[in-house]
Nanobody
């Protein structure tokens, strides 16, 4: 089973940028659809961005469109989340997730039930 380790979180001011990374242990990383979720204090976990197995298809929650970019490097077994123009509402623990449920190379899943494996998370705090 794949193991996921997130990094790149931290404290940043409103309007700033961060780049999160998620390193996967599996040699079959390209078989997994990947996503980032986040959870703010006292709130439910929510989908942020997802990428298909090939990297050719992506999806985002509306509030981050135009500010966040998800990408993956299958040769390096890593998925990234580039976050720009950060807002206070972006504060939370960010989790990387992997899914083996994709049948093709263009599927992206937006619900946490579709994901089999989760990382431990990395904290992002946006201060005003």
């Amino acid at each position: 089973q794949v193991q996921l380790v997130e990094s790149g979180g931290g404290v940043v001011q409103v309007g700033g940028s961060l780049r999160l990374s998620c390193a996967a242990s599996a040699r079959t990383f390209s078989h997994y659809a990947m996503a980032w979720f986040r959870q703010a204090p006292l709130k439910e976990r929510e989908f942020v961005a997802g990428v298909s197995r090939s990297g050719g298809t992506t999806d985002y929650r509306d509030s981050v469109k135009g500010r966040f970019t998800i990408s993956r490097d299958n040769a390096e077994n890593t998925v990234y989340l580039q976050m720009s123009n950060l807002k206070s509402d972006d504060t939370g623990a960010y989790y990387c997730a992997a899914s083996l449920r994709a049948w093709g190379n263009s599927e992206v899943f937006t619900t946490d039930e579709a994901y089999d494996t989760w990382g431990r998370g990395t904290q992002v705090t946006v201060s005003s």
